[in-house]
């Protein structure tokens, strides 16, 4: 779908909230294409329940293929009460996990950065929460989401077992390792590794590869913590962490953790790549961490600086437009100095903005940035 003169971005808003902060983003992604050297092809799809109503399938062929072939894949969010209605094998296989999957975006960005101006947000004193910048890389297309056998299944006594299968190769804990690796070095030369190398043998796994990596990334400060201790430690002492480096089920509820730090998870992007092509791009995915909210959609009151961020993160890393995601991020640093609020991280006795007036306030801090 990409051209030598555009890049093409696949539009996904999804479900609930996912509709009104993925209107935001796309906003965001307009600006940029009116920029001198720019040009992006912004293609809309349905996906989810609106995808459903129209052709019995949650992501259908035609979608899948327009997205591995895109540049770049901006998603909002998945699920809403709806989906009870939705027979179970259609949400099976149209589901946000086939889509990571097919795409092979094994490496799971989510950054956490506590700006100034949020700190009276969060639930930790100022002291503790202030300097928060860290960034989780989380392993997203194996693990215990995946494993095989994934079932419930009917004991002899009449009674049910759940099953699910936490299981790792040797070379899908290689691939993301070195990933971490590379991007510590970027960063401040030092990686937490995450797991349960005491009670899981997928664990010991972990660690064992991850140590084994390491030998080719001497340079890198290595530290490995279990994933237990992580949680408290976020909350304890944030700040200690740079780079963080989990499995795809710790990953997923570490960073939920440290977005309590924040106080919201409507500030928290996330950007999923895979290795790179024979052309050395890799395909790209990006979507806030929060998921579609269903008690608050279509109210308009939805945070869209994580869709916002998102979209920053796309410029930075798949659409080669880095001084562009620079401007995104200085446009939501003075949006937020100048004391502009939605509902979840409204000071008291303020009257918040709503998902579009926040979308309005980015959009005029970029126009004058």
């Known amino acids: 779908m990409s051209s030598a003169n555009a890049h093409t971005v696949v539009v996904l808003p999804g479900d609930g909230i996912g509709l009104e902060v993925t209107a935001q983003a796309r906003r965001v992604l307009e600006w940029a294409g009116d920029q001198d050297g720019m040009a992006l092809n912004l293609a809309d799809r349905h996906y989810g329940n609106e995808a459903y109503?129209?052709?019995?399938?949650?992501l259908t062929d035609e979608t899948l293929a327009d997205v591995l072939a895109a540049d770049a894949v901006?998603?909002?969010a998945s699920g809403t009460n709806d989906n009870d209605d939705i027979p179970r094998e259609v949400r099976k296989r149209g589901s946000l996990l086939r889509m990571r999957k097919e795409m092979d975006v094994?490496?799971?960005?989510?950054?956490?950065?506590?700006?100034e101006a949020l700190l009276d947000a969060s639930p930790l004193v100022p002291e503790r929460a202030r300097g928060t910048d860290m960034i989780f890389v989380r392993e997203l297309t194996s693990g215990l989401y995946f494993g095989q056998p994934k079932m419930i299944e009917d004991l002899p006594d009449g009674s049910q077992r759940g099953v699910d299968t936490q299981a790792y190769t040797t070379g899908?804990?290689?691939?993301?390792?070195?990933?971490?690796?590379?991007?510590?070095?970027?960063?401040?030369?030092?990686?937490?590794?995450?797991?349960?190398?005491?009670?899981?043998?997928?664990?010991?796994?972990?660690?064992?590869?991850?140590?084994?990596r390491h030998a080719d990334h001497?340079?890198?400060?290595l530290i490995h913590m279990l994933g237990d201790n992580c949680g408290m430690q976020l909350v304890k002492n944030p700040g200690q962490f740079d780079v963080i480096l989990a499995d795809n089920m710790f990953g997923d509820i570490l960073s939920d953790v440290a977005g309590g730090v924040m106080g919201t998870l409507g500030?928290?992007?996330?950007?999923?790549?895979?290795?790179?092509?024979?052309?050395?791009?890799?395909?790209?995915?990006?979507?806030?961490?929060?998921?579609?909210?269903?008690?608050?959609?279509?109210?308009?009151?939805?945070n869209p600086l994580a869709a916002?961020?998102?979209?920053?993160?796309?410029?930075?890393?798949?659409?080669d437009a880095p001084a562009l995601a620079d401007r995104v991020d200085r446009a939501i640093d003075t949006v937020l100095a100048a004391g502009v609020r939605t509902a979840d991280i409204a000071r008291p006795g303020t009257t918040p903005v709503t998902t579009a007036g926040m979308g309005d306030?980015?959009?005029a801090a970029l126009v004058d940035g």
């Open 74 to 76: 901006l998603f909002g």
């Open 361 to 363: 306030a980015i959009l």
């Open 106 to 115: 094994f490496a799971n960005l989510r950054p956490v950065r506590m700006p």
């Open 218 to 221: 001497s340079d890198i400060e």
């Open 308 to 319: 916002i961020q998102s979209a920053g993160m796309m410029l930075r890393l798949a659409l």
């Open 267 to 302: 500030m928290l992007p996330s950007a999923s790549l895979s290795a790179p092509g024979p052309d050395g791009r890799r395909k790209a995915f990006f979507e806030p961490v929060h998921g579609s909210a269903p008690d608050i959609a279509g109210q308009g009151i939805a």
């Open 172 to 212: 899908e804990i290689a691939r993301v390792a070195d990933f971490a690796f590379e991007l510590a070095r970027s960063r401040s030369g030092k990686l937490h590794s995450v797991e349960k190398s005491n009670v899981m043998e997928s664990g010991r796994l972990w660690r064992q590869v991850v140590s084994a």
């Open 53 to 58: 109503k129209r052709s019995g399938e949650v």
